[in-house]
């Protein structure tokens, strides 16, 4: 660990080090497409799951604000997104144009849901922002009739993927002797933007606005004392940690082609808040570590139980998706029992407990 | 700290001074509990003025309602010139007046320097997007933050402790943190409840000092305490609050031979005791 922080004071080795992450970030979608396209899209799927946590982590880990409804803003995105660009309504913006709309409503959203709950903390605000994600689920599920807004259960098909021109996300290109299928460009794509929100995430936390979340989070009384404007800086964080599931929703919508509410419910929330919690909340890095674990291990698990089991049983005992969330559950308890604090804790977190063992 | 506005030495009774604080008939009930009774009373600019009372007699729901966490029943408070009915705590505090906590409220998983860095947060002005961009001023802005939070620790003598948590620092390292971080916000006015509360008498004493720098380099004080000694020894004036009524008002020395204090402070039969010998 000592080496480790010794070289982060060459400027040298840090750029050389970026460099490496640099590449493998580069590489990692054709390594994967070798075992199969199926890992690509998997990796897609967890990346939106970093950036939902990334979100949901400046509501719960920055600020404090136990938010079981998260989901909702994810769903909004992606709502917004297929309905500006499917045949449903027949309209078809492109992408820059929806993402931005879609983080706007999102945020929209964050606000409505803020603005109620601003006097309440812990279970009760976990209570009310439940049964808000449930409200946006149900709607979504409903808003069939009288007029036809979301299409029911039956859910929106034939998005439009992103493209530029005659340049789309969805088609097969060759590049400079490389195939670029279409999950291989949406993970080009989502990296960047994974990137982006992971800067604007570590530049929030420290700053002026970070500090005023830590401190709503550590003593609200004595944060307002201090001349916090509490009602602000909690709608700010909801608006932000909306805006940023409003975006990963935007991107789903186009990567899935399709979606229904189903994609919305309530487990979802659970999943993201489990990532955020088991990273360690309000440690970015943490919090991208737990996400990536949580979304790969149960893949992994989908592709290893069975033939674990024939190998050692010579047939089948458990089918793979109890396992998978027989082992999930269990590793979320074991966390919680030996790494309260998460895998990554945020520095000031572990340093509590250090001093709690001594 | 602004540089001293030449009130090293005020004679509160003999000259009149500028008013900073004016409670005009301030009255809080709670349910059946009348916490303050029409309080009124003034605080000069530059003075240090004590607020004294036995337990329960509506010192800290004094504090409470001066700075918006309650709102009074009756009367109001007028700060500088203005009144300050209907302001929130934070919207009290950008106004000038900053305060403690009896018990101690700090913001624990932070470290010290960082809980000053907070203190800050009113009188700066970076958004979201000056932190996301972090543009010339912004960078300025949070140099100028923790520069000033290093001064402030280093001027109530904890500087040492800038990186350990805040929740860690010895009891007094506390006291000393949580006025570092109300001095931050530049308070015209710092209200202190009990900050010698379980101080040994040589963390009181380098308090008392403290004390004595803070309104020497322009800042006025109201100090609710418990420790006689430091009351009468640190303050110009003081206030005597019973069952919610004021009971006396004047220079310490004064106040100590008021008969109503005493009788408030002993119970009634012993100053009748006292009377009778």
Known sequence: MQALLDLKKHPAATWIGFALVGVALLALPFALAQVGTAWVRITNLAILFVLLSLGLNIVVGFAGLLDLGYIAFYAVGAYTYALLASPHFNIHLPFWIILPIGAAIACLFGVLLGTPTLKLRGDYLAIVTLGFGEIVRIFFNNLSQPFNLTNGPQGITLIDPFHIGDFSFAKTDTFLGLSFSGPIKYYYLLTLVLLVVIVVNLRLQDSRIGRAWEAIREDEIAARAMGINTTRIKLLAFAMGASFGGIAGGMFSAMQGFISPESFILVESVMVLAMVVLGGMGNIWGVIVGALLLSFVPEVLRYTVEPVQKALFGRMLVEPEVIRMLLFGLALVLMMLFRPAGLLPSALRKRELEVKRT | ?277
């Open chain 2, 1 to 277: 700290m602004s540089p001293a506005a030449a009130i090293d030495a005020p004679a509160p009774a003999a000259v009149p001074q500028l008013a900073l604080l004016k409670a005009n008939g301030v009255g809080k009930r709670f349910g059946g509990v009348q916490a303050l009774a029409a309080v009124s009373f003034t605080i000069n600019h530059g003075e240090i003025y004590g607020l004294i009372g036995p337990n329960g007699a509506g010192k800290t729901s004094l504090f409470n309602v001066l700075t918006g966490i309650y709102a009074p029943d009756g009367g109001e408070f007028v700060f500088d010139g203005l009144p300050l009915a209907g302001l929130k705590p934070h919207e009290v505090a950008a106004r000038g007046i900053a305060r403690t906590f009896q018990n101690i409220r700090l913001f624990g998983n932070l470290s010290a320097l960082e809980n000053v860095m907070i203190g800050r947060h009113v009188r700066t002005q970076a958004g979201v997007w000056g932190a996301i961009l972090r543009d010339a001023r912004t960078r300025a802005e949070e140099k100028a933050i923790e520069a000033r939070a290093y001064e402030l620790l280093e001027y109530v003598g904890i500087a040492r402790r800038a990186h350990d948590q805040a929740r860690h620092l010895p009891y007094g390292d506390q006291r000393r943190l949580e006025i570092a971080r109300a001095l931050a916000t530049e308070p015209e006015l710092l209200a202190l409840d009990e900050p010698a509360a379980g101080m040994n008498a040589t963390e009181t004493a380098s308090l008392k000092a403290l004390l004595e720098r803070i309104r020497h380099d322009g800042t006025t004080i109201l100090l609710i305490e418990h420790d006689m000694k430091l009351v009468m020894s640190v303050c110009d004036r003081v206030l005597v609050l019973d069952y919610g009524k004021k009971i006396a008002e004047g220079p310490a020395a004064a106040v100590q031979q008021d008969p109503a204090v005493i009788a408030a402070y002993l119970g009634g039969e012993v100053s009748l005791n006292l009377k009778g010998a």
